[in-house]
């Protein structure tokens, strides 16, 4: 968005003027080679562009190699508390790393640097509320969000006095307020460099994926963000569709089909929800962006639908169908299920 | 939020020092009286404070001032296209109704403005992006937020000239971009006012929790807001409950547990998602704003999960409890059924 930086992990740009991108992290340990592989191909299908691997300990280190040889999917490695795993992941083949100032001594960061530097590695700082020290709590007067910016500042500076700067910057916590104002701090002090945005732990279903949107959107609208994961304790297939929804809400990034439906009233004369539950499957085919509104009555409904490339504005007795503005006949509600798979071709 | 002036709808205080609103709207035809009660107390249930009606004809006038009179939710009546049905709707004994500047005949409001005067009726002018009109588009050179804006200036100013002020402000349309600026634009000229903020047709499913949420939350974030919709096509009940998660998100207003619980990882130690399966069903007899932590692994786990009030770490073998931060002992992951409720108690 508004970083002027920009970084290349094996050919995927991330900042200046890339499109915010959408990650996930596979949810699989590294020895199960098959399962990692079909979870990476998974994510490709869904649009995911690049997923963090945990190396918890050295003796995955051939497993992460062979993932990173064998699948498409940029693969950066999740590194806390030892240092020597990063350089091992590098060695492995892994073009970026993940590192958590809150688990990683700083004294031992040097080595990591020299190896990054020399192999051209993308290094995320990545701070989370799980793990800032006691003595950034009290530099930050208990305010864990500035502690949280403390902690990435920290890091940040030692590797910035090192003269790396192939930096992704990162802070997640929790709460919603907490994390943006972090963000917002870590945006203040480094304009320049890319930054990945997101929440930990925003937990299952519909309270995560709110929580996670609440945190992401009011980053992005306010220009900070270039890339993204929604952490929800679900498939991470779920969290990369999700992360394309909040781009495409926020109109900054489009995949798949923009479906507007009306959230029905005691004034509808369509049944919305099974039209809806009809036209979903029949929309995969359809190019990135395309509008398709499903509208229930006659307040909203035939100018919203105009409005659409695909409009199905519900009747008394069916609905009227519009594509591009122009009408394409009214149908009976049993004529339609035949009828839209023919309407809805571009 | 930020607004001055408060309403009160039956004793359901808007704006100025009141909490943000939830609420929904009815999605049975009035005529169906067992079943517009039976979801006016489900609705209740999820917390719902005020619920819309769309009074779409006169024939259903009798309907509605049943339905005022049998259901304790408070109820504003929908009303479009024709001012006649605002009077019947206050008549028939609502304390709110909903005008659409888009679709309402501004000369002859007077008769509904005196009506409502005389009756304490709040009005909310409700425009949305299906209902803006071509003289407003162009005034606005295009720009559809600005035509939102200006709808809904035009029948404020008529209402605020008649020295009405019981009002209710709000613009929607399906475009997040676009409906937060135009909600931004009223609040700069009537920071005075209640706001009633939303998504029209955000759609189905996921995305269409994404798309309201941020709308709400980047609204909520600037201090507009005073009550919300989350416009699902789904159970209006779901709506609610997708309300008091952004407000929890935001942590404008607790209701129900707030449970964190981690993304899991290639790292984790416990199986997170049938933890949280199991966990969620306990939760439903804890107080309001109450956390309980889910946590995989020994990064986050432990001092996440001791900080919140009830904390359970996954470890290789199972979990630890703790519960305000004081360990309520370790235990395998097959006696943990057994062990949560008596751990999940106040």
Redesign the interface.
């Known amino acids: 968005m508004n970083s002027k930086r920009q970084v290349n992990i094996n050919g995927l740009t991330i900042g200046g003027n890339a499109p915010v991108r959408v990650e996930s992290?596979?949810?699989?340990?590294?020895d199960k080679h098959e399962e990692?592989l079909s979870q990476c191909e998974r994510l490709l299908k869904a649009g995911c562009e690049m997923a963090?691997?945990?190396l918890?300990e050295a003796k995955y280190v051939p497993d992460l190699k062979a993932l990173v040889e064998s699948t498409r999917l940029v693969i950066m490695a999740?590194i806390?508390f030892d240092p020597a795993l990063a350089i091992l992941a590098m060695e492995a083949g892994c073009k970026a790393i993940r590192i958590?100032p809150g688990?990683m001594p700083l004294n031992r960061l040097n080595d990591v640097i020299a190896c990054a530097k020399s192999m051209g590695v993308v290094i995320r700082i990545g701070a989370?509320?799980?793990?800032v020290s006691q003595s950034q709590l009290e530099e930050a007067r208990g305010d864990r969000a500035e502690a949280l910016f403390i902690a990435v500042r920290e890091q940040a500076e030692l590797l910035l006095e090192n003269g790396f700067t192939n930096l992704i910057l990162s802070a997640k916590s929790?709460?919603?307020?907490e994390c943006?104002r972090a963000n917002e701090m870590i945006a203040e002090k480094y304009p320049d460099f890319p930054m990945h945005i997101g929440l930990?732990?925003?937990?299952?279903g519909?309270?995560?994926?709110?929580?996670g949107?609440?945190?992401i959107?009011?980053l992005l609208?306010r220009g900070i963000g270039d890339t993204l994961r929604v952490?929800?304790?679900?498939e991470p297939e779920?969290?990369v569709?999700?992360g394309y929804?909040?781009l495409?809400?926020?109109?900054l990034r489009t995949r798949g089909v923009n479906?507007?439906?009306?959230?029905?009233?005691?004034?509808?004369r369509a049944d919305?929800?099974r039209l809806?539950k009809i036209v979903?499957p029949m929309l995969e085919g359809l190019p990135d962006g395309v509008s398709v509104?499903?509208?229930g009555c006659e307040?909203?409904?035939p100018?919203?639908a105009r409005?659409a490339q695909f409009g199905i504005a519900g009747t008394p007795g069916g609905a009227v169908l519009f594509r591009e503005g122009k009408s394409f006949g009214e149908y009976p509600f049993d004529e339609l299920e035949e009828v839209l798979p023919k309407f809805l071709k571009m």
């Open positions: 992290m596979l949810k699989i340990s590294l990692c963090r691997a945990a918890p999740d806390h958590n688990n989370n509320g799980g793990s929790s709460s919603v307020p943006v930990t732990e925003a937990g299952p519909d309270g995560g994926i709110v929580k949107t609440a945190c959107s009011a609208m952490s929800l304790t679900d779920r969290e569709r999700v929804e909040i495409k809400a926020l109109e479906l507007i439906s009306c959230p029905t009233c005691g004034r509808r919305v929800m809806v979903e509104a499903v509208m307040v909203n409904g100018k919203e409005h």
